[in-house]
């Protein structure tokens, strides 16, 4: 199916005028197709000319252009020809539409907790044509009127007011103009609750099975969302624009959330049914706090193509850490940031796929959504925190709220966006972005000491490796007993290839740390003097302020992902140091880095399970730990779990799934229930029937998530060629189900089973392709066999990707896993035999 070019786009855009949709959905003719019928009024700069709008139907039944029938045997594709334009149009498209079992169009859901369906309209890039006939660019805005035919007992909400009609259909009235991919309607016997703040009414909506679920979380949910209002309201000249403002929490999103104006979407994980960590709430108040943030990124002030995806997703990022540093009571949201979200961009930007921020040569609409990844996000938001460093926050609040008032409703590229920060300092903003935009990589910041033999420094500078300037802070750290505090902080600037004097360390006591970028503000890599590497080495928990902590761990993750530190140096600096932690984002992100890529992917077969073993001690001592938080114990439990081997820690398992010996004050809950299980299962001490037993228990959709991983981790040749089948089955399983089942594939399996599956891998993997970008990134990237660290893999890796005939978001993904491949061979093939 043609993939809209940017050439095309840019050409229609010249041409038409959209004046207006009204789009009517039947929603009450089975669980496989709905009935779409779109009515669009538009204009042509050009009367005489061609055109074409994009649909999508499992059976195109009608289409009229001015009251002219038009042959639905000349649709394309997705592409209906539209010839001979008048000056004013009106256009009516009639179809028959499957629903989605991906998240990509309307996505149909049947609750396996009570039966009941639900439905929801994810139009993100290439996907709007799904739902409904439209011109899908996002440069071509419109007002949107939904009526919606739905089943008596369903509630339909959708980007504006939602009201039900006297003959019983819904009506969701136009806000706008806004872009097709920002579109949803959302329908199904929802539960509801509602506030409101500031005059604007707010809304909370999730299915009917988790009523106590977001009963629950609604107080701690209306909190964040009022304090974001009123921070960017303090930030912004313009206000919330789009009437009420509507969170939908769905089932099986394939994205955190999307900020479809008045009615954002979550996934609802969100509202966790198992007990949360500190950190997991920390990270769902950043989400609702982007989202909102899109309201005007991305909303109000839409891309005008998809190169310029930072437009959104940067800014969005970067204030959601911020407003919910500084309004909400998570105030470490930074701390995440720095030890998780930038490891996601780090790793993104050192890869061979890696692209500029802004102005990302992005031909085709279906090649946009691979750019939605850790440089649109954690590299841009950090980005532009180095820019607010450089500029200060009059200068870039003044530029936004120009771009706002010079772009409301309408489009913008990066050059609209330095035309309005531009005026409002005196910096050389247009240089800046120059080379903080428009290239790519990771520059390096290293700290230079030379001391006598007193241990005095006689010389000092900060070296910038890179080909950026960077504005950075320098923390300077002394030892106050047994701990390691901040004694004094230096702003420093430091040219691209540049090495800048440090005079005021000269003539002092050598400290015990001097850390580059402390505070965490620039995007780049960091590298100690020897001194202070030691003084890590020795003292990492030691350090007093938790961001340095974070940037810290973030340090010692590249060193050893990029094979400057042993897999084995690092697992002895996570023991050494994690046992005495407190906040739980570093825990939850060390050990997860520990257990997911250094034990299962870095080391040898042979040394994995020792390094379980201490992985294991690890979190038991976090988990030991007097008055340790409560998420601090769900964290290490959770890794406790992951590690379990040998016959004594299995049987604990199996003790603690029959509510035996639990760790005091812990509820072994449905999240650590099934992890249980699947560790288990993987290991060889469970079976089917533990599985559908505990699946009986929990018939909910995490129950048949949790009963899919653990199927598929089953080590015998039967269960594993089941698993492979569902896989590779099309439409065998939702996107969930799938990414269930490749999570759990390549936990168990003799050596010779594993190398078949890996050959059958690169054999079948291509057909991928022809199934959506979410199934593409399950099977090409999550399914990826990493774990088989060979120079064979890499071949057979590399024999794939030579093909002509991947898909682009299968390439890209295939790629990506690759590079994690190669450096995993880096490690085993360091290690000593």
């Not at 299915?207 to 949910?221: G, H, N």
């Not at 974001?228 to 955190?256: A, I, K």
């Not at 229930?673 to 959709?701: F, M, N, V």
């Amino acid at each position: 199916m043609p993939a809209l070019q940017r050439t095309e786009a840019a050409a229609r855009a010249r041409l038409l005028d959209v004046g207006s949709y009204r789009v009517a959905l039947d929603l009450t003719r089975g669980d496989r197709t709905f009935r779409s019928t779109a009515v669009i009024r538009f204009d042509c700069a050009q009367p005489g000319a061609g055109s074409f709008i994009e649909v999508e139907p499992q059976a195109l039944l009608r289409a009229e252009l001015n009251g002219v029938p038009l042959d639905p045997a000349t649709l394309d594709g997705n592409r209906l020809p539209l010839p001979a334009l008048a000056a004013e149009n009106e256009l009516l498209v009639e179809a028959d539409m499957a629903y989605s079992r991906t998240a990509e169009g309307l996505h149909h859901f049947t609750d396996p907790a009570d039966g009941a369906g639900y439905v929801y309209a994810s139009c993100g890039p290439d996907l709007a044509p799904k739902v409904f006939a439209c011109f899908d660019q996002p440069d071509l805005k419109a007002p949107f009127t939904f009526t919606v035919t739905a089943p008596e007992d369903w509630t339909v909400v959708g980007n504006g007011a939602s009201t039900r009609l006297a003959d019983g259909r819904w009506e969701v009235s136009p806000v706008g103009p806004i872009s097709s991919y920002l579109i949803t309607v959302v329908g199904g016997p929802l539960h509801a609750v509602h506030a409101e703040h500031d005059g604007i009414p707010l809304g909370l909506y999730a299915r009917r099975s988790l009523a106590a679920e977001l009963d629950r979380e609604a107080d701690e949910l209306f909190e964040v969302t009022r304090a974001s209002f009123d921070r960017l309201h303090e930030l912004f000249d313009e206000r919330y624009p789009f009437g009420g403002y509507d969170q939908v929490f769905v089932p099986e999103f394939n994205w955190g959330a999307m900020e479809n104006p008045g009615c954002v979407v979550f996934r609802d994980e969100l509202l966790f049914r198992s007990a949360p960590t500190d950190a997991q709430r920390a990270m769902r108040a950043m989400v609702v706090c982007h989202e909102m943030a899109h309201m005007w990124f991305g909303d109000l002030v839409t891309l005008a193509w998809w190169d310029d995806v930072w437009l959104n997703e940067s800014f969005a990022e970067m204030l959601g850490y911020r407003i919910a540093a500084e309004a909400t009571r998570y105030t470490g949201a930074w701390t995440s940031f720095a030890v998780r979200r930038k490891s996601w961009g780090y790793d993104a930007d050192q890869r061979p796929s890696t692209h500029p921020i802004a102005a990302a040569p992005t031909a085709t609409a279906a090649e946009a959504i691979t750019n939605f990844d850790g440089i649109s996000y954690a590299k841009g938001a950090a980005t532009l925190r180095q820019l607010v460093h450089w500029l200060g926050d009059d200068a870039f609040f003044a530029g936004l709220n120009a771009y706002f008032a010079e772009h409301r409703w309408g489009n913008a590229e990066l050059s609209d966006f330095l035309a309005a920060l531009s005026p409002a300092s005196e910096r050389d903003v247009p240089g800046w972005a120059e080379v903080w935009l428009r290239t790519t990589g990771v520059d390096t910041l290293r700290i230079e000491v030379q001391a006598d033999e007193g241990e005095r420094i006689v010389q000092a500078a900060l070296v910038n490796e890179g080909t950026r300037p960077h504005r950075v802070r320098i923390g300077v750290f002394e030892r106050d007993g047994e701990a390691v505090v901040a004694r004094e902080r230096l702003d420093v600037d430091v040219a691209p290839g540049g090495r800048t004097p440090l005079p005021e360390l000269v003539g002092t006591a050598r400290p015990a740390l001097l850390l580059p970028n402390e505070g965490d503000l620039s995007w780049a890599r960091i590298r100690l003097d020897a001194h202070s590497a030691a003084t890590v080495a020795a003292s990492l928990s030691a350090v007093t302020d938790e961001l340095a902590r974070s940037v810290l761990w973030e340090h010692t993750r590249d060193l050893v992902r990029s094979a400057e530190l042993s897999a084995a140096d690092y697992l002895q600096l996570v023991a050494a140091h994690l046992p005495t932690e407190r906040i739980d984002a570093i825990v939850e992100a060390v050990l997860t880095f520990a257990t997911d890529h250094v034990l299962a992917r870095y080391l040898d077969p042979d040394d994995q399970d020792a390094a379980r073993r201490l992985l294991g001690d690890t979190a038991r001592a976090v988990l030991a730990q007097p008055d340790a938080p409560q998420g601090l114990r769900i964290a290490a439990l959770r890794a406790v779990v992951a590690t379990a081997c040998g016959a004594e820690q299995l049987a604990q398992l199996t003790g603690w799934l029959a509510e035996r010996d639990v760790p005091q004050g812990m509820s072994f809950d449905a999240d650590l229930r099934w992890a249980a299980l699947a560790r288990l299962a993987a290991a060889g001490a469970a079976g089917e029937e533990q599985i559908a037993a505990e699946l009986a228990a929990d018939p909910s959709d995490i129950g048949e998530k949790g009963a899919a991983r653990a199927r598929a981790a089953l080590p015998d040749d039967a269960a594993k060629e089941h698993a492979w089948q569902q896989l590779f089955t099309p439409g065998a399983l939702s996107n969930r189900q799938l990414a269930a089942t490749a999570e759990g594939f390549w936990r168990s399996g003799s050596p010779k089973l594993r190398q078949e599956y890996v050959q059958r891998y690169f054999e079948q993997i291509a057909g991928a392709g022809d199934r959506g970008e979410a199934v593409a990134g399950v099977l090409a990237f999550g399914l990826f066999p990493v774990g088989a660290a060979t120079a064979d893999t890499v071949r057979a890796a590399e024999e794939c990707l030579a093909r002509t005939d991947l898909t682009a978001p299968l390439r890209r993904y295939l790629g990506d896993a690759l590079d994690d491949l190669r450096r995993a061979v880096a490690h085993r093939s360091s290690s000593p035999s």
